[in-house]
């Protein structure tokens, strides 16, 4: 299967809930092995005290609350992922202000959670777990936002998402199974003007 992807356009700061249509959850989710794949983030406001949303289907105005991917307030800045009534603390924190890549994968037998360097591809941080609590339970229908919810205003990610990848895992040849291939699309990390420049407090974007 292909890797199904949106992109926002560069130098645009997120400052609102950002629905995402079409998200091939049922698709993806569903298969051995799958990944989740942040392709560039920067966290503007490094002291923001809120939740940090980063993409997932919480706090939704139809009430379901399946699946996400966040960052803890400040000062810990830390990762989480959740699925159904399940959060793990990855542990993964963010740091400092450079631009960095974001993979959740499902491996068949244990999900991983790998941070990197956007620029050099290094592997900062990682994190596995073999419980299947984090895989077993996603529900692949609802709503799908990224850096914000639809029913909770008072969580927002103060900084860029420049772009959200899922895929099947096995057949992608964008990531390597050592999270080190020089072949991931680095993006337009010089063009992206880190002033912002704001857009709607809603938009939505077809996956």
Do not use: C
Request: no cysteine.
């Amino acid at each position: 299967m292909p890797v199904v992807s949106y992109s926002l356009l560069a130098g645009e700061l997120v400052s609102g809930v950002i629905t995402i249509t079409n998200f091939p959850g049922s698709t993806y989710f569903n298969v051995t092995p799958w990944f989740l794949y942040i392709t560039q983030f920067y966290i503007n406001k490094f002291d923001d005290t809120r939740w940090k949303p980063i993409v997932g289907s919480m706090y939704t105005t139809e009430g379901t609350s399946s699946w996400g991917l966040w960052i803890s307030p400040s000062p810990n800045n830390l990762i989480h992922w959740r699925v159904g009534a399940y959060t793990i603390n990855t542990n993964i924190a963010i740091s400092d202000q450079n631009w960095k890549q974001l993979i959740v994968k499902f491996t068949g037998d244990s999900l991983q959670v790998v941070l990197r360097d956007h620029n050099t591809l290094s592997v900062l941080k990682s994190f596995s777990t073999t419980s299947s609590t984090y895989w077993t339970s996603i529900v692949t229908s609802g709503v799908v936002t990224s850096g914000g919810w639809q029913e909770n205003s008072g969580e927002g990610f103060p900084g860029y998402i420049a772009g959200i990848q899922i895929g099947d895992y096995a057949t992608n040849s964008l990531i390597s199974n050592s999270f080190s291939s020089s072949s991931i699309e680095k993006g337009l990390t010089s063009n992206i003007s880190t002033s912002g420049i704001s857009f709607a407090s809603s938009r939505t974007v077809t996956l």
